[in-house]
């Protein structure tokens, strides 16, 4: 969807069509794991997070639009889920988490926006500011075919995109993998001494 000349991308959810525990073990996450989920939107890859990380582990969801972290706020609450801290951001300006502190970032079907609006700097600056040296930046994104689900084709992003992105912030790419019908993952390292 486009509004004023950008890519716009609230209140949408990959919930239907992306199996949050094929993701989640793709990435490997485990218990007492910091995780963020960046671009959280309705946040049910964060819910999923919050049981592998237990209380040892902490889930940041961070998401522009308040309207989704008010969702998330209530399933929260109605869950009575104390592990995970909703919180309205701009991560292309300030994603309010300290400095290497996150174990595992990830993101879904959100960079290809960034990559339309020119922002992929900006947000990369943040990514690379929060993870812990060793920590992991976790992309998926929809496969770029065409009458596929998400974006029009032009928007979608292919793996290789994803792999220049990474390494030219200094990530390592470690794998890429398909996670799903329509959706390919990117795991990229932080270097251990980064
Ligand atoms: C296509 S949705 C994906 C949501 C979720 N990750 C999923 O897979 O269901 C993109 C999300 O990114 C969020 N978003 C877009 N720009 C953002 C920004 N600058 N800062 C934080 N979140 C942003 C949108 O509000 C939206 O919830």
Do not use: W
């Not at 595992?104 to 900006?122: A, I, S």
């Not at 690379?128 to 992991?136: D, E």
């Not at 974006?151 to 912030?169: A, L, M, N």
């Not at 390592?172 to 996670?179: D, G, S, T």
């Amino acid at each position: 969807m486009e509004k004023d000349g950008k890519h716009f991308h609230h209140g949408k959810s990959s919930r239907e069509i992306l199996d949050p525990s094929r993701v989640l073990e793709t990435i490997e996450l485990k218990e007492g794991d910091v995780f963020l989920d960046a671009g959280a939107g309705d946040g049910y890859m964060s819910i999923a997070a919050s049981s592998i990380v237990g209380e040892k582990g902490k889930v940041y969801a961070v998401d522009i639009y308040e309207e989704s972290m008010n969702i998330l706020k209530e399933e929260i609450e109605n869950e009575k889920i104390d592990n995970i801290e909703p919180i309205v951001a701009d991560i292309t300006a300030k994603i309010p988490v300290k400095d290497k502190t996150i174990d595992k970032c990830y993101m879904g079907n959100v960079l290809h926006g960034f990559v339309e609006n020119g922002e992929v700097d900006k947000v990369m600056k943040e990514i690379r500011r929060i993870v812990k040296p060793g920590g992991t930046f976790n992309i998926i994104e929809f496969k770029k075919v065409e009458n596929a689900p998400g974006p029009p084709f032009h928007v979608k992003i292919s793996p290789k995109q994803v792999r220049k992105i990474v390494e030219e912030h200094n990530f390592e790419v470690k794998v890429v993998e398909e996670v799903g019908e329509h959706h390919y993952g990117v795991i990229a390292i932080k270097g251990k001494y980064d």
